[in-house]
Structures are given as C-alpha cells and as structure tokens.
C-alpha cells in the first residue's frame, strides 16, 4: 500500500502532510525562499530564477519523503481548474500538468496571453511552476485531486 503526501501551497510556503508529521518549506505562491518575480505575467529570467529557488528547497526534501511509491494528493482549486473533465476525473496526470505548464512558459517566452485559457497571473504562475517542479523532480506520474 502507498503511502500518500498531501501538498498544500501557500502564500510563502508550502505543507507537506504526511502521516508522520508535516514538513512546512519555504516556497510559495507569492514568495520563493525569499525571492519574488517583479511582473505579471513573470518574465523569462525571473521564471528561471524562480525554477532555481523552487528547485533548492525541493530537491533535498525528498530524502524526508517515504520511498516510492507515494500517492500526491493535492486539494488546490487551481489545480482542479485545469483539468477539462474535472469533476469527472479525480486525477491531474503528469503529462497533462507538464502540457499546461508548457502553455505557461509559452506566454513568458512572448507568445500572446490569449494563447492559453489558463491563467497568466504571476501567483498562478509560481503556484504552477511549485507543482510541475515537484511532479518533475519527484518522479510523480500523477496527483489525487480530490
């Protein structure tokens, strides 16, 4: 049986809850480890500088994790808004997060906000950027949503 991880991101960190205890790092949507993006939607160097700080924190946590495989559940409403089949679907597959984050690096890198129906705004944006960062460096193939 899975052990399971629920995520919750906050304004300056992130929960980590697991049946052992809870593990609080200092990222979050509005301010990474102390650094925060000056525009909306974020520019491509602060969305690189942002990926390094996400990566910092994250990157060590996971030896504080259970061994795989663990189940990622994540409650978050914005995570639950990109799904096109939410409530029918109860799961956000990695490949489909990993589609709208790319979505999102498009509009960094110059492509028009209307190109992507999901929203642009620097606090989605590092929302996003947290969990496709800890999907990808986690080796994660999916996350409960709810």
């Known amino acids: ?20 205890g809870k593990i609080a790092i200092p990222i979050g949507d509005e301010n990474l480890n102390g650094y925060t993006p000056q525009h909306s939607p974020i520019t491509p160097y602060e969305a690189e500088i942002a990926i390094e700080h996400i990566e910092d924190v994250i990157m060590p946590i996971i030896h504080q994790l259970p061994s795989q495989p663990f189940t990622a559940i994540c409650l978050d409403p ?19 997060l990993e589609n709208k984050f790319n ?31 800890i999907s990808h460096h986690w080796r994660l193939d999916h996350f409960v949503i709810s």
């Open 1 to 20: 049986m899975s052990q399971s991880i629920e995520i919750t991101i906050q304004s300056h960190e992130t929960i980590l809850t697991l049946s052992s």
């Open 78 to 96: 914005r995570l639950q808004s990109l799904l096109p089949d939410y409530p029918q679907s109860h799961t956000m597959s990695t490949e489909l």
């Open 103 to 133: 979505e999102i690096i498009n509009v960094i890198n110059g492509a028009p906000i209307q190109s992507t129906n999901i929203p642009t705004d620097q606090k989605f944006t590092l929302f996003l950027l947290i969990i496709r960062e």
